[in-house]
């Protein structure tokens, strides 16, 4: 990450006791009073210096920061004291490289009341929700535009610095002590590229959200919240970020701030809308060993794809034919549905015919359940009933199965049934290998409200599959 020096300085201590040393007898007598100020400490940002803090953009190789409006910091003097007054408001300018952006200052002055004699105080800066001795790390952060973060600062951005008294003034660097995730998706398959970002949401094994201590060295890491469903996410809203073919900040560079820490897993999830279908759901990803150190950043670039289940043609929607070109028979799919923890998932992004769609089911695969056997189900060859019922089987609508268990299952999308595009998304019927008798075969069919078998004529139009 790109670290830049903050140096602030005192440039006026003004006196209100005897016994001066000369040089602050100098600087009263040369320096001209301020009523906005009169009685005031101020701790200045040197002119001469690249300053950043808590607005930033990514350059290529990591995280400019300026200030913004409404940034506050605090100096320890024994007690934490907040800055009374500041010239943010003055300094701010637009963003050249963002038109659109928030405006931003490189250089501060803040001012505080009370003594400042020492040799040295730290400073602390813990975003606009911080009080100086916490830092709140926001579960929900906002970035409408791209490579603006613009919100870190009321997302859990923070930092600390050593001022030290030179000649009547203090000099000090802050340094960040925050986390930071730099997101530069793109994908090289058109059907995603179609598509918007959205958002972004990580989730952690550890607590990432929540109220942390804060002190002279940062974030306070054994304050970390108990970790649950509402402290180990955050969730990063877009403004519809385009998806280029390659890797480019301009278009959709997307940074979450968090707390520092070794992570054993980040899960990544990608929300992504296809105007196309008008389906919104997600391309994951999962991150194992993960270190994210005080006041660096990661860059995350990723490309996105989803599986492709083809076209609607004669390779992918057929009639049935006996054996139905070895799909499975109905015994098997009673295992399937019965035994196989049948999971409906809204969620996982596939594509087919050229555009995305959510929606399709989770099973386990057939060497993860105990008695598979094609012969029979329940000790019933199921093959031999000419007029079965339709059969209901208990499911889950969690999305998908757990992820430490994924290997363990296969997906089936709801590709439609009986014409082409029919239901997709919504349902998914898939020839079996078993006659029904007369014009009739056994159906696996699954939606979002129930899976079972049931049967349609030969006519119907439907997918052939495998046993998996």
């Given at each position: ?175 960040h002590k925050a986390s930071y995730l730099t997101f530069i998706p793109y994908s090289t398959q058109e059907s995603v590229r179609e598509g918007v970002l959205t958002a972004i949401q990580i989730t952690a094994d550890q607590a990432i959200a929540g109220q942390f201590n804060f002190n002279d060295n940062g974030v306070v890491l054994s304050s970390r919240p108990v970790a649950n469903s509402s402290t180990m996410s955050i969730y990063l809203k877009l ?207 699954f939606s979002a409200t129930s899976v079972g078998v049931g049967n349609n004529i030969y006519q119907m139009l439907m997918p052939w599959w495998i046993v998996q």
């Amino acid at each position: 990450m790109k670290t830049n020096a903050l140096s602030l300085i005192s440039i006026a201590a003004l006196l209100l006791f005897t016994g001066c040393t000369s040089d602050e007898t100098t600087d009263r007598i040369t320096k001209p009073k301020n009523p906005d100020t009169d009685g005031l400490t101020a701790f200045v940002v040197e002119d001469n210096k690249p300053q950043t803090r808590t607005t930033g953009e990514y350059d290529g190789s990591g995280i400019n920061f300026y200030w913004t409006a409404d940034d506050h910091l605090w100096v320890n003097n024994g007690t934490l004291r907040k800055d009374v007054k500041n010239n943010i408001a003055d300094l701010l300018v637009p963003n050249p490289n963002i038109p659109t952006g928030v405006k931003r200052a490189a250089t501060a002055k803040f001012y505080f009341d009370g003594t400042y004699a020492a040799n040295s105080y730290y400073v602390h800066y813990t975003g606009l929700l911080g009080t100086g001795d916490k830092v709140n790390f926001s579960a929900v952060q906002n970035q409408p535009i791209p490579n603006d973060a613009s919100h870190l600062h009321a997302s859990g951005d923070c930092g600390t610095g050593l001022a030290q008294r030179v000649e009547g003034r203090y000099h000090f660097t802050l340094n960040h002590k925050a986390s930071y995730l730099t997101f530069i998706p793109y994908s090289t398959q058109e059907s995603v590229r179609e598509g918007v970002l959205t958002a972004i949401q990580i989730t952690a094994d550890q607590a990432i959200a929540g109220q942390f201590n804060f002190n002279d060295n940062g974030v306070v890491l054994s304050s970390r919240p108990v970790a649950n469903s509402s402290t180990m996410s955050i969730y990063l809203k877009l403004n519809n970020f385009e998806i280029p073919t390659s890797p480019d900040p301009t278009k959709n560079a997307s940074i979450i701030v968090l707390p520092p820490g070794n992570y054993s897993r980040i899960d990544v999830e990608y929300h992504i809308h296809s105007n196309a279908t008008n389906m919104t759901g997600i391309i994951f990803k999962r991150y194992t060993g993960v270190n994210l150190a005080a006041g660096k950043n990661k860059k995350v670039s990723a490309d996105l794809q989803v599986k492709n289940y083809g076209a609607y043609n004669t390779n992918t929607f057929r009639e049935w034919s006996s054996p139905a070109n070895g799909c499975p028979n109905v015994n098997e799919c009673y295992w399937y549905f019965l035994q196989g923890y049948p999971t409906w998932d809204s969620k996982t992004l596939w594509e087919a015919n050229g555009h995305l769609y959510t929606g399709g089911m989770w099973f386990l695969k057939r060497s993860q359940i105990s008695g598979f056997n094609a012969s029979h189900y329940g000790g019933v060859d199921r093959t031999a009933l000419n007029n079965p019922q339709y059969e209901i089987a208990p499911y889950s609508t969690n999305g998908h199965p757990n992820l430490a268990l994924t290997n363990r299952f296969f997906f089936m999308p709801a590709l439609g049934y009986g014409y082409v595009g029919g239901g997709i998304g919504g349902a998914g019927r898939y020839w079996t290998s078993t006659n029904r008798g007369g014009n009739t075969a056994y159906v696996w069919a699954f939606s979002a409200t129930s899976v079972g078998v049931g049967n349609n004529i030969y006519q119907m139009l439907m997918p052939w599959w495998i046993v998996q």
